[in-house]
């Protein structure tokens, strides 16, 4: 293992955060290096998405400590984003203003993300699958060190998160980036991450999804149905994908597509 494989791009040690009273954090701790992806679970209202706002200095904890490597560039895609629907705006334009857009690069994701063909498209008119990978498209457009996604499959149907969650560990392969990502079902995500971590204020659970989908802690929280369902390893491969302007693209033989 290379030394690029073990540097800490971001940690954090003994966060702790109170609201109104209410402990929404409570001594987190966790250690980012790059090329890994940690996922966060966790029941709604568990902190997972707090927990991404203090990582990222957005929100102050009370205690703790966050590090992050000096020079570091974060992409987020946060899971909302709300937009003035008066505005008119294209997908191109929307994207032109990100952090480090370019003509280049921005063709360059409208094509890796299979969605050039909404460039010109209103953003208020796009699906929920479509505007998860407008906001994936931004996300990456600075050339990240730290990919930070917040619920990246929020509205989108099976299939569109089953070709999401395959593309992440090959967006981390591509760009040589560490990936945080948040989501609520173990079980779609066991192929795309490496560790995760299951939160409830504090955390209950941590390891290779394998041993976290036994633990007694994430059994409690997800219950037994949860424990029992098949969960999804995505190491087959289509000869086709269903673009986001709805026509098929079939794969050149020896090349594999999301």
Excluded at 10 to 34: E, G, M, P
Excluded at 210 to 215: A, C, G, K, P, Q
Aim: hydrophobic share 40%; with cysteine.
């Amino acid at each position: 293992m290379n030394s690029s494989e073990t540097t800490a791009v971001l940690s954090a040690s003994h966060l702790q955060l109170v609201r109104q009273h209410k402990t929404v954090l409570n001594d987190i701790s966790l250690n980012l290096k790059a090329g890994q992806i940690i996922t966060l679970i966790g029941p709604n209202g568990c902190g997972k998405s707090t927990l991404i706002k203090v990582l990222l200095g957005l929100e102050k904890p009370d205690s703790g400590t966050v590090t992050r490597r000096t020079g570091l560039r974060i992409g987020y895609m946060p899971q909302r984003l709300s937009l003035d629907q008066r505005m008119p705006l294209t997908v191109t334009g929307f994207l032109q203003l990100a952090r480090g857009a370019s003509h280049e690069r921005i063709g360059h994701w409208l094509d890796r993300l299979s969605i050039r063909a909404l460039a010109q498209q209103s953003v208020h008119d796009l699906s929920g699958g479509e505007w998860q990978r407008v906001l994936l498209a931004r996300a990456l457009l600075i050339k990240p060190d730290l990919l930070v996604l917040d619920e990246p499959v929020q509205g989108v149907d099976v299939q569109g998160q089953l070709e999401l969650y395959r593309l992440i560990p090959q967006l981390r392969d591509e760009l040589g980036c560490a990936v945080l990502m948040v989501s609520h079902d173990l079980h779609l995500v066991m192929a795309a991450t490496d560790e995760v971590i299951c939160l409830n204020g504090h955390i209950c659970c941590s390891g290779h999804p394998d041993t976290v989908s036994l633990d007694p802690a994430y059994i409690q929280l997800f219950g037994a149905r949860q424990q029992q369902a098949p969960i999804a390893h995505y190491t087959h491969h289509h000869d086709h994908q269903h673009c986001a302007d709805g026509h098929v693209e079939h794969r050149a033989p020896g090349k594999d597509i999301l």
